[in-house]
T-cell receptor, first 111, second 115 residues
Framework: DAKTTQPTSMDCAEGRAANLPCNHSTISGNEYVYWYRQIHSQGPQYIIHGLKNNETNEMASLIITEDRKSSTLILPHATLRDTAVYYCIVRVHSGNTPLVFGKGTRLSVIA | DAGVTQSPTHLIKTRGQQVTLRCSPKSGHDTVSWYQQALGQGPQFIFQYYEEEERQRGNFPDRFSGHQFPNYSSELNVNALLLGDSALYLC??????????????FGEGSWLTVV
């Protein structure tokens, strides 16, 4: 079973920041937080991952709380192409531990 | 740099038939995993191949089998197809390092319809 809890759906106005929350209260010390997204009918796309520090790349920022029990994925300027299902996953980063997907958050970016 | 590639993109099979799906991993990756995604659900882990051996397996019956070749490419075989096997089959690849470089990347998937 997935170790994360996410809202089922969210809306965001185009051009505004999209903030997607994720709860992972049972995360272990060696588990990272990963975010993937899946645009309709395509394979999941890796976005970002982090352990305990905030992370930023060209796609998004990841904010992890100090106790690591929750995190927020931030898309700074959402566009219509960001409409997708976003999955938050906790996973041990070493070795080849499989990803365990939950139901994710369906983000709709509205013009 | 080619990403994960899968073939075929779409296929239709009849109940009881067998199907083979193919995957080439991202350049530099040596580990291939397969996932099944039913409509409206998140992907479910089927199994993982590394060094041409099945290393981990999810909760799938023996009708699902696979193979990894020396060039790291992989096949997923499903025998005795059931209507419930209709799904998007995703191949994912990664590099089996102790730390760091084992982010998992996915292909676009193969849509299987069983009629």
């Amino acid at each position: 079973d997935a170790k994360t809890t996410q809202p089922t759906s969210m809306d965001c106005a185009e051009g505004r920041a999209a903030n997607l929350p994720c709860n992972h209260s049972t995360i272990s010390g060696n588990e990272y937080v990963y975010w993937y997204r899946q645009i309709h009918s395509q394979g999941p796309q890796y976005i970002i991952h982090g352990l305990k520090n905030n992370e930023t790349n060209e796609m998004a920022s990841l904010i992890i709380t100090e106790d690591r029990k929750s995190s927020t994925l931030i898309l700074p300027h959402a566009t219509l192409r960001d409409t997708a299902v976003y999955y938050c996953i906790v996973r041990v980063h070493s070795g080849n531990t499989p990803l365990v997907f939950g139901k994710g958050t369906r983000l709709s970016v509205i013009a | 740099d080619a990403g994960v590639t899968q073939s075929p993109t779409h296929l239709i099979k009849t109940r009881g038939q067998q199907v083979t799906l193919r995957c080439s991993p991202k350049s530099g990756h040596d580990t291939v995993s397969w996932y099944q995604q039913a409509l409206g659900q998140g992907p479910q882990f089927i199994f993982q191949y590394y060094e041409e051996e099945e290393r981990q397996r999810g909760n799938f019956p023996d009708r699902f089998s696979g193979h990894q070749f020396p060039n790291y490419s992989s096949e997923l075989n499903v025998n005795a197809l059931l209507l419930g096997d209709s799904a998007l089959y995703l191949c994912a690849s990664s590099y089996n390092s102790g730390t760091g470089r084992n982010t998992i990347y996915f292909g676009e998937g193969s849509w299987l319809t069983v009629v």
